[in-house]
Structures are given as C-alpha cells and as structure tokens.
C-alpha cells in the first residue's frame, strides 16, 4: 500500500485501485473548524463538571436542610441517635458504590448508548439488590434493639432501596455524560422532600424525619426510571458482580474503609463519651457539610472525567488531580475559616439550637479534616481512573486505621474535641501515603520509553 503525504495537518483519506490501496493525506482545513473543536473539547468538560458541581450544590444544600431541621426540632440525644443512622447510611451508600456504580464510572465514561444501557440496567439492579438486603438487614437489628434507637433502625432499613437506587441513577447519568439529568433528579428529590419534612415536624421523632428522607427519595429514583427510559434490572445484579469481579471488590473494601472508619469512630465516641458528644461531632459535621457533599460530588464527576484525561493524554492525569486536590482544599479552607469568622453565635444558636456551642468547638479541627481529604480525594480519583484498585485499597485500609486509632484514641483523651483533632492528624497522614501511591501508579502506567 503506498502513501502520498502532504505537509502539515492533514486527513487521510483511502484510494482502493486495482492495483492496490492506496492512501492520500488531505490538508485539513484551517476555516477556524479546528479551532471551534479544540473550543468544543473543552466545552463540553466544562458543562459536564458545571452541571455536576449544580447538582451536588443541590445535595449539599438538601442534606443540609434536613440536618438543621432535625437538630433544631430534636435533642442532642435524639439528634445523636439521628447520626447513629446517618453515618450507617453512609457505610451501606459507600457498598452500593463500590460494588454498583464505582466500575460504572470507571469503565463505562462516555461509552456508546447501547453499551451504557447495558452496564446502567446492571449496576441499578446491583444498587436495589443491595438496598433490599441490607435494608432487611437494618430492620430486624433495629427490632432487636427496640426503642428510639431501634426505631431510627427500623425507619433506615425501610428507606434503604429507594436511596440506594437515586444514588445509582445520579452515578449513571453522570457517567454517561448527563450530569444535567442527575442535576434535575436532585432538584426532584428536594422539592418533593419540602412537604415530606412539613409532614414529620409534628411528631418530633428521628424515625418520623427518616422515612420522610426517603419518601422524597422515591419520589427522585421513579423520576430517574422516567429519565433513563429504562426499569433497573434484579436479574442482572448477578452477571453485573461477575463481571466486575476484578474491581468491585477492592473498590467494596476501599469505601467500607472510608464509611466504616467514620461509623465505628461515631460508635467509639458514643460508647466512650455519650450520645451527646456523637450530637456535637454530627453538628460540627453538619456546619462543614455543605462544601464535603460539593467535594464527594465532586469526586464522583472528576473520577469520568480523568478517565478521559488518561485516554487522552496519560502525562496529564497527575496535573489534573494536583489541580483538582488543591482547588478543594482551598475551597475548604475558605468555608471553614468563613464559619470562624463570620458567624456570629447568636445566628448559630438559631441555626443549630442547643447543638451549637458544643458543635463551635469542632470547626478548626473539621476544617482541616476536610482538607487532607481533599487531597486525598485529589489522589484517589487519579487511582481510580487508572484502575488501580489494589494501590488505593491498600492505601484505604492504612488511612482506615489511622483514622479509628487516633479518632477513638483523641475521645478517650478528651471528649468531642480530642477526637476531632486525631481525626485531622489522621487525614493529613493519610494524604501523603495517597500521593505517594498515585506517583508510583503513574509511574508504572507510563510505557518504558517514556
């Protein structure tokens, strides 16, 4: 086959004679077409992450508002038991992700339509399967506790399968290149949660403010059916696991890691110092929680959006996520440091009740919690877009363990406040062993002529 080459840019375009193939590169045309592409490239990252951003403005700003109506309508003991189920939500959110919709972001980013519905019908029907499961779970442990505590229990595992499902919804869109549509489904979720919350201030009970949570979810994963033109698929959860079976696992133990380091702290404080202190930790997390649902929303548009960095470019995969971890923490720097300054204490008793002057505390320490996890996250998604799950499981479990020991260790030392303060040291530690791993993942991924 010959080749008749043109100087500069050009197209190839193939001749087929008798005599063979043969193939003429034609100048490209420098109209501006080209540039309007290059324009085009980065356009469209900047609408998906633009949308993404809008929506997780909407999650934090919903998961806020049901936080200071809970608080303001309970009791540190009951806002505590509220935070008992809380953080259990998360633990069983981060399985549904590692399991369901985690390999979905990583391996089906901008894939063709058939190939995302496919994957999509898979990975919701892993997401309800798991909501079905640990949602009975919750429930029977809730019945065997009994009281108000059981109660929250028993009201978590009813809600379970609807959440999980709005979560798997939200993670497909926005792998599939639709944060818009995952924007919509949470603004869905928080008009319909308005009468729900209205309906469950009169009885003034966790359990009453739980199903209220997720009546309003449902509401949102219906709509995400209706979105998706498409039913999840329980039958599929079994071929979705086995074909995931090389990453779902690992990315299992990664976020069990990072939820379940969180719950078994909540635990270790409520055992070690009372119910009470768990209800500062929660309201100092509550003031923070905004920008951390802008930042793990954040993460979950960035981890499709370096994949298609490394496909495109892999020696700009560190620069992103170096950009991306310090954009955070600074971001988290100014809401804290904002909190200190500019909110006076008679509009934080407004906003938190009797929750906020044990809660004041904590802002300093939380802060910076927040920034070693913007690092770390910074890191992660990087890993997560190579696909090394086995550096960042590893990396998860050590970050896990500093973060039980010194968050549990700092409550026995010195309440709320002592546990706080282990928990910032812990993340900075940790984000320095993510960066190190992300470098060594790099590394290796970098052909050897490089």
Same mark, same amino acid.
């Given at each position: 086959?010959?080749?008749?080459?043109?100087?500069?840019?050009?197209?190839?375009?193939?001749?087929?004679?008798?005599?063979?193939?043969?193939?003429?590169?034609?100048?490209?045309?420098?109209?501006?077409?080209?540039?309007?592409?290059?324009?085009? +490239?980065?356009?469209?990252?900047?609408?998906?992450?633009?949308?993404?951003?809008?929506?997780?403005?909407?999650?934090?700003?919903?998961? #806020?508002?049901?936080?200071?109506?809970?608080?303001?309508?309970?009791?540190?003991?009951? *806002?505590?038991?509220?935070?008992?189920?809380?953080?259990?939500?998360?633990?069983?959110?981060?399985?549904?992700?590692?399991?369901?919709?985690?390999?979905?972001?990583? +391996? *089906?980013? &901008?894939?063709?339509?058939?190939?995302?519905?496919?994957?999509?019908?898979? $990975?919701?029907?892993?997401?309800?399967?798991?909501?079905?499961?640990?949602?009975?779970?919750?429930?029977?442990?809730?019945?065997?506790? &009994?009281?108000?505590?059981?109660?929250?229990?028993?009201?978590?595992?009813?809600?379970?399968?609807?959440?999980?499902?709005?979560?798997?919804?939200? *993670?497909? #869109?926005?792998?599939?290149?639709?944060?818009?549509?995952? *924007?919509?489904?949470?603004?869905?979720?928080?008009?319909?949660?308005?009468?729900?919350?209205?309906? @469950?201030?009169?009885?003034?009970?966790?359990?009453?403010?739980?199903?209220?949570?997720?009546? $309003?979810?449902?509401?949102?994963?219906? #709509?995400?059916?209706?979105?998706?033109?498409?039913?999840?698929?329980?039958?599929?959860? &079994?071929?979705?696991?086995?074909?995931?079976?090389?990453?779902?696992?690992?990315?299992?133990?990664?976020?069990?890691?990072? $939820?379940?380091?969180?719950?078994?702290?909540?635990?270790?404080?409520?055992?070690?110092?009372?119910?009470?202190?768990?209800? @500062?930790?929660? %309201?100092?997390?509550?003031?923070?929680?905004?920008?951390?649902?802008?930042?793990?929303?954040?993460?979950?548009?960035?981890?499709?959006? @370096?994949?298609?960095?490394?496909?495109?470019?892999?020696?700009?995969?560190?620069?992103?996520?170096?950009?991306?971890?310090?954009?955070?923490?600074?971001?988290?720097?100014?809401?804290?440091?904002?909190?200190?300054?500019?909110?006076?204490?008679?509009?934080?008793?407004?906003?938190?009740?009797?929750?906020?002057?044990?809660?004041?505390?904590?802002?300093?320490?939380?802060?910076?919690?927040?920034?070693?996890?913007?690092?770390?996250? %910074?890191?992660?998604?990087?890993?997560?877009?190579? %696909?090394? $799950?086995?550096?960042?499981?590893? =990396?998860?479990?050590?970050?896990?363990?500093?973060?039980?020991?010194?968050?549990? %260790?700092?409550?026995?030392?010195?309440?709320?406040?002592?546990?706080?303060?282990?928990?910032?040291?812990?993340?900075?530690?940790?984000?320095? =062993?993510?960066?190190?791993?992300? &470098?060594?993942?790099?590394?290796?991924? +970098?052909?050897?002529?490089?």
């Amino acid at each position: 086959m010959g080749v008749i080459d043109d100087v500069g840019d050009a197209n190839p375009v193939t001749l087929r004679t008798p005599q063979g193939s043969v193939v003429i590169r034609v100048p490209a045309q420098r109209s501006g077409k080209g540039r309007h592409r290059k324009e085009s +490239r980065l356009a469209a990252p900047g609408r998906r992450v633009g949308w993404g951003l809008a929506d997780q403005a909407v999650s934090s700003i919903t998961n #806020f508002a049901v936080g200071i109506v809970v608080a303001r309508s309970l009791g540190p003991v009951e *806002f505590g038991i509220f935070g008992l189920a809380w953080v259990t939500y998360a633990v069983l959110l981060n399985i549904s992700r590692g399991l369901a919709t985690d390999p979905l972001a990583v +391996r *089906f980013s &901008g894939a063709p339509t058939a190939s995302w519905r496919r994957a999509v019908s898979g $990975s919701s029907g892993t997401a309800i399967l798991i909501g079905v499961v640990s949602g009975a779970c919750s429930a029977v442990a809730g019945w065997a506790i &009994g009281g108000e505590v059981g109660a929250a229990f028993v009201g978590l595992g009813i809600v379970l399968p609807v959440v999980l499902l709005q979560d798997a919804w939200r *993670f497909a #869109f926005i792998a599939g290149g639709g944060s818009r549509k995952a *924007f919509l489904n949470d603004v869905v979720w928080a008009i319909a949660l308005v009468p729900a919350l209205l309906v @469950a201030a009169p009885s003034h009970t966790v359990v009453a403010y739980l199903l209220a949570w997720g009546g $309003s979810a449902a509401v949102a994963a219906i #709509f995400g059916c209706v979105q998706a033109r498409m039913l999840p698929r329980l039958r599929g959860a &079994g071929a979705w696991l086995h074909q995931q079976r090389d990453l779902g696992p690992r990315y299992l133990v990664e976020n069990v890691g990072v $939820s379940g380091s969180a719950q078994t702290r909540i635990y270790g404080v409520g055992a070690i110092a009372g119910l009470a202190d768990v209800g @500062a930790i929660r %309201g100092a997390d509550l003031l923070i929680g905004p920008f951390t649902t802008l930042l793990m929303g954040l993460v979950i548009v960035s981890i499709p959006e @370096a994949a298609r960095v490394l496909r495109r470019s892999p020696a700009k995969l560190t620069r992103f996520c170096s950009v991306l971890g310090c954009g955070q923490a600074l971001g988290a720097l100014a809401w804290g440091f904002g909190l200190l300054l500019f909110v006076p204490d008679n509009l934080g008793r407004y906003v938190l009740g009797p929750i906020w002057p044990s809660a004041s505390a904590l802002i300093l320490p939380a802060t910076l919690t927040v920034v070693g996890v913007s690092f770390q996250t %910074g890191a992660s998604v990087g890993l997560r877009a190579l %696909g090394a $799950s086995q550096r960042s499981m590893g =990396v998860q479990l050590f970050t896990s363990f500093a973060y039980i020991t010194l968050g549990i %260790g700092g409550a026995i030392a010195a309440g709320a406040v002592g546990s706080a303060w282990g928990v910032a040291i812990a993340t900075a530690i940790g984000a320095t =062993v993510w960066w190190w791993q992300l &470098g060594r993942a790099v590394h290796a991924h +970098r052909p050897p002529d490089q």
